[in-house]
């Protein structure tokens, strides 16, 4: 039983170049996330999809875009990565997006060069 | 936005002993969660408090829900080496609002 999972764990790109980030979920849930996590700011969400078919900016939105691209997949993609970027970024998921109960993937740690 | 200030920042204790740390809030939160973060994981829900003034344990750890509803506090006792991580408290206003999250209490526990 998988969980939540993220690919690929590491990566380096160079300033201007894009990438997208991989998560699917194996729980059916209906709701899922992407956060980043720098250190000390604890954990700020980029953008949601409180269900299949509906996505929504968090917090941090600029410079990223999603994808839902069925329940289980829900994709995190960069289109001009900056130095600021550099970061941690988990994908979660819940059964609703009510619930604060979250399940996070291991993370997918970023390098802007 | 709203701030979740967590305290300590980190922590060195000595296996054995108890921890105590804390979430304290500008504004009222309705639901507080704590989740602890692995080194090299994701986050992992440890307890969930949906009522001003509730104390809930899991094992060896309690958490309370504070009365003003602008506060959290976790505690653990006997610590081990596993207790090793991050934890960060988490506030959410309403069903349906997203998480606020604190920026993290780091735990080392010296065998």
């Known amino acids: 039983n998988a969980g939540v999972t993220q690919t690929p764990k590491f990566q380096v790109l160079k300033t201007g170049q894009s990438m997208t980030l991989q998560c699917a979920q194996d729980?059916?849930?209906?709701?899922m996330y992407w956060y980043r996590q720098d250190p000390g700011m604890g954990l700020r969400l980029i953008y949601y999809?409180?269900?299949?078919?509906?996505?929504d900016k968090g917090e941090v939105p600029n410079g990223y875009n999603v994808s839902r691209l069925n329940k289980r997949e829900f994709s995190l993609r960069l289109e001009s990565a900056a130095p600021s970027q550099t970061s941690v970024y988990f994908c979660?998921?819940?059964?609703?997006?009510?619930?604060?109960?979250?399940?996070f993937g291991e993370g997918s740690r970023l390098t802007v060069l | 936005g709203q701030q979740l200030n967590q305290s300590p920042q980190s922590m060195f204790i000595q296996e054995g002993e108890d921890v105590s740390m804390n979430c304290t809030s500008s504004s009222i939160f309705n639901t507080w969660l704590w989740y602890k973060q692995d080194p090299g994981e994701g986050p992992v829900l440890l307890i969930a408090l949906y009522k001003a003034g509730e104390l809930t344990s899991n094992g060896r750890l309690t958490a309370q829900f504070g009365i003003t509803r602008k506060d959290s506090f976790l505690n653990i006792s006997a610590s081990i080496p596993s207790d090793v991580g991050i934890y960060f408290c988490a506030g959410q206003l309403n069903a349906g609002n997203m998480l606020t999250f604190g920026g993290g209490t780091r735990l080392m526990v010296k065998p």
């Open positions: 999809s409180a269900s299949e078919g509906t996505t």
């Open positions: 729980m059916n849930h209906n709701s």
């Open positions: 979660a998921s819940s059964i609703t997006r009510t619930t604060g109960e979250l399940f």
